[in-house]
């Protein structure tokens, strides 16, 4: 079958292989548990001026994105593939495909996304001639970028000459209006389950994320910092020394983003989709000395009340998952909210089937624009050795059924036995905490069977423990 | 695949065939079964259960028939309606049928003991969670006789051990054997129509130790299905015994069909018996002819063998004499169970005989016993018979 489209698939931060230039099969970050000991042991390996190379999307089935983690790139990679019968090529060197339908393009997610969409058009270029050559490719290309990935695309077709070739873009989880975690990152460290930060001696962590333009374009780029005075100014308005510059050019980008898909000018069709439901830092506070970020509702100033209580996909808050322009024209895309989590959206039920548009007639599924969703309040790095708290809200339903059972089990990733913990009523929500675990990665799944009016509701996300030692 | 519409499975050089004979388009026209929607898997479940429980499908211990060819699987329509029965690979083939029709993803499992020597055993597994566990998602399928535990490890870890309590472990496995009704003397062991039966049952199979899975196969998995035969409009065979209630005079009452007096043993019903199943493991059709004077208990004694049948998971019973289809009868030719038919007073039915004879020719289940009833067998009805055949 003669391959039709090009679809480049665009991971989110930390979703790509970085190694040493000559040493392109040892990489330094390969988003195993393995490398976040690293990373935290050895921060300085990924400052910002080592040099390193982009090696392919993270071959793995549990991937640290530094702002969630991720179930991994190849199911959404395999399912493409099939979708439209063609190749996969997943970005590594060796595995290089250049009669593949779907790429996986790799980038250094430590620099601007800018650098990001650079490499982004010299990999699609070279692509298109390959595929389809001496021939106008007006079309040929459709893009998926989960989380961060999705601003590059968007930073790459707000070109005109670009815009042309593409037909379509799917953003999943992607922070059009920005992250509050990432400023509970950069000024706090990794957060964990159940409170508090990832120690962090030295400040050497966050000195080298602080280094990282790609993080600071994960900023809030609306006014999200509230002050004593419940002042709302943006991050490059607060006078921290760290913040201000990267967060100011980080917020030129975005601007140049926003002027590119303004107006009338045309563009590729363009579906984000994000989570909604889950606990997620929104409120941003400033006491003059610290930063606090909490999942408290952010009473942001114009915002409408419905998007504060949509609260996000856990690492993403949902009003920040439309782009600019259609929030500047007070647009809602169509079935932007799903249920799936930040990580798993990528595992959406019909995520490489959004890639192909959305038919007349879409019939409604499970998880999307269901209006319910099970809100699972976690974080997805925890301590070992210490038990945490889990949270989880029906959101959606007036009224639940006293008998109404919210069940939360966790095994590791690769098969284990489940531990299973049935939530207590909890106010408005369901409390129960989770057993202590040791280093490893463990898949969790929250479920509320039958529920009245919504039926069986499932919510599932991956969970990182640190090895001992580093916490 | 095989180019026959509802062939043999032959589990030895193509055991993933069996995907094939999971065919909800057919299932659900049988019965009241839910289609897909928002509702609660479970409830969706359940529904389902309850419906394949009213049906009181007669649970049959041994397949159709199994050759070199391989084993004979019962058509949906012969499980859950004429005559309603079926092995446990027949029943877990419609339970996942109806499975997919109400958008539950499903597998069957076959198990086999882990010590060589006893029959294989089949369970359905249903997804009652969002999306298959790792360790269930892909298909497996040991050659036969082949050493190994290909079950995963944490496969059984996602099952639930229990229907009404406990976490909601995302895959339920049941044993189909619970939603049949035994049709012998003696109880069938877990027969009691309870989906927690069921559940614990499938899970306890998985658990045990005594059993391997060696297969299993996805509902949905293959696209070519293979095509069981509709059911006819009118069942061929009459009921064996009628309620003594539903007479409308007291005469009636003395027909073999009624059973009212009690029936006195005698060694045809073994010759009979013998004869039936000893041509159901040959290559043709059995004729047999029963004669004797008016009430001597001609059709007693074939109802008495027939009722013996059905609980052996035969289609027995007597040919209708008010057949208005002639589909009914080519029908016959279809059926996967055993078939054992009495026309009685043939004598007097030589077209229909004929004509039934000429359809179980090309029967494609074990060879069919005819059995003839006649006041006598003089006169050249007889001969009048073979000389058209």
Redesign the interface.
């Known amino acids: 079958m003669p391959v039709e489209f090009l679809v480049v698939v665009l991971p989110g931060i930390g979703g790509t292989a970085l190694a040493p230039p000559g040493h392109l099969d040892d990489p330094v970050w390969g988003g195993r548990i393995r490398d976040v000991g690293g990373l935290l042991a050895h921060p300085e390996r990924l400052a910002i001026d080592v040099d390193l190379e982009p090696v392919g999307v993270i071959r793995s089935r549990t991937v640290f994105g530094i702002l969630s983690v991720i179930p991994g790139y190849e199911r959404l990679l395999g399912r493409l593939g099939r979708e439209f019968g063609c190749a996969v090529d997943d970005g590594t060197p060796a595995g290089r495909d250049v009669d593949a339908g779907v790429v996986a393009v790799g980038y250094d997610f430590r620099r601007s996304i800018r650098d990001a969409a650079s490499r982004l058009d010299d990999v699609v270029r070279e692509r298109l001639d390959c595929l389809w050559p001496r021939q106008d490719h007006r079309g040929r290309v459709i893009g998926v970028g989960h989380s961060m990935g999705g601003l590059v695309a968007r930073y790459w077709l707000k070109d005109d000459v670009n815009a042309r070739l593409c037909t379509r873009l799917v953003t999943l989880g992607t922070p059009h209006g920005g992250a509050p975690k990432m400023l509970d990152v950069l000024a706090n460290g990794l957060p964990l389950a159940g409170g508090g930060h990832v120690p962090d001696p030295g400040e050497r962590l966050r000195g080298t994320l602080r280094g990282w333009p790609g993080a600071a374009e994960l900023l809030p780029r609306y006014p999200a910092v509230v002050d004593g005075s419940g002042t709302y100014r943006y991050s490059h308005e607060v006078d921290v020394g760290w913040l201000r510059a990267a967060a100011r050019s980080a917020y030129a980008v975005h601007q140049d983003i926003d002027a590119g898909w303004r107006g009338d000018r045309e563009r590729p069709e363009l579906l984000p989709r994000i989570g909604f439901g889950h606990g997620t830092a929104r409120r941003c506070e400033w006491d003059g000395h610290r930063f606090r970020v909490t999942r408290a509702d952010p009473e942001l100033p114009g915002l409408p009340p419905g998007w504060a209580s949509d609260r996000g996909d856990g690492t993403v808050p949902t009003y920040s998952g439309v782009p600019s322009e259609m929030a500047g024209r007070g647009e809602v895309p169509a079935q932007l909210r799903v249920a799936e989590r930040h990580g798993p959206v990528m595992d959406l039920a019909h995520s490489w089937r959004l890639a192909r548009g959305v038919p007349a007639g879409w019939p409604v599924e499970d998880g999307e624009q269901r209006g319910v969703v099970l809100g699972l309040d976690l974080e997805t790095l925890a301590a070992p050795g210490s038990p945490f708290p889990v949270t989880a809200r029906v959101i959606g339903v007036e009224q639940l059924p006293a008998a109404q059972q919210v069940w939360v089990s966790i095994a590791a990733v690769g098969g284990g036995q489940p531990t299973s913990v049935l939530l207590d009523p909890d106010g408005a929500g369901y409390i129960g905490e989770l057993p202590p675990l040791e280093e490893g990665s463990y898949a969790v799944r929250a479920t509320a069977e039958a529920v009245p009016g919504a039926g069986d509701l499932e919510t599932s996300d991956t969970l990182i423990v640190l090895p001992r030692g580093t916490v | 695949m095989n180019a026959e519409t509802w062939p043999r499975w032959d589990r030895r050089t193509a055991p993933e065939d069996l995907a094939g004979y999971i065919v909800p388009a057919a299932v659900a026209p049988l019965g009241a079964f839910p289609g897909p ?7 969706r479940v359940e529904r389902i259960w309850e419906e394949l429980a009213s049906k009181r499908i007669g649970y049959v211990y041994a397949p159709a028939g199994s050759d070199e060819a391989g084993q004979l699987i019962r058509q949906p329509g012969e499980v859950l309606d004429l005559p309603g029965s079926g092995t446990c690979i027949d029943v877990a083939l419609v339970l996942a049928a109806a499975c997919e029709h109400a958008g539950l993803a499903s597998k069957v499992v076959v198990v086999d003991p882990a010590r060589p020597g006893g029959a294989a055993h089949a369970l359905v597994a249903v997804l ?4 298959w ?3 269930w998602s892909q298909e497996w399928s040991l050659p036969g006789g082949a050493a190994g535990d290909p079950l ?4 059984l ?2 099952v639930r051990a229990s229907w009404d309590s ?5 895959v339920a496995v049941l044993d189909p054997v619970a939603v049949t009704v035994s049709m012998g003397t003696s109880r069938t062991v877990g027969t009691d129509g309870e989906l927690a039966s069921a559940v614990r049952s499938g899970h306890d199979y998985l658990a045990s130790g005594r059993w391997r899975v060696s297969l299993t196969v996805a509902a949905g998995g293959r696209p070519d299905r293979y095509t069981p035969v509709q059911l006819p409009l009118q069942a061929p065979l009459r009921e064996l015994f009628r309620d003594p209630a539903t007479t409308d005079t007291v005469l009636r009452l003395l027909r073999p069909e009624y059973a009212l007096t009690p029936f006195q043993a005698r060694d045809e019903v073994t010759i009979l018996d013998d004869f039936a199943r000893r041509t159901a493991s040959g290559d043709r059709t059995g004729i047999m002819v029963v004669t004797g004077v008016g009430g001597a208990g001609k059709t007693r004694l074939a109802l008495e063998v027939a009722d013996r049948l059905r609980v052996a998971g035969w289609y027995a019973g007597l040919l209708r004499d008010d057949l208005t289809d002639p589909a009914s009868v080519s029908w016959l030719a279809s059926v996967r169970a055993p078939l054992f038919v009495v026309v009685d007073y043939a004598d007097a039915r030589i077209a229909e005989t004929t004509r039934l004879l000429s359809v179980l020719k090309g029967r494609q289940g074990p060879p069919a016993t005819v059995v003839l009833t006649a006041r006598s067998t003089d006169g050249d009805w007889l001969q009048r018979r073979s000389s058209t055949d």
């Open positions: 929607s928002g509702e609660s898997r479970r409830s009652t969670g969002q999306a566990p790792q360790d995963p490890t944490g496969a870890a996602q406990g976490p909601p472990l995302p």
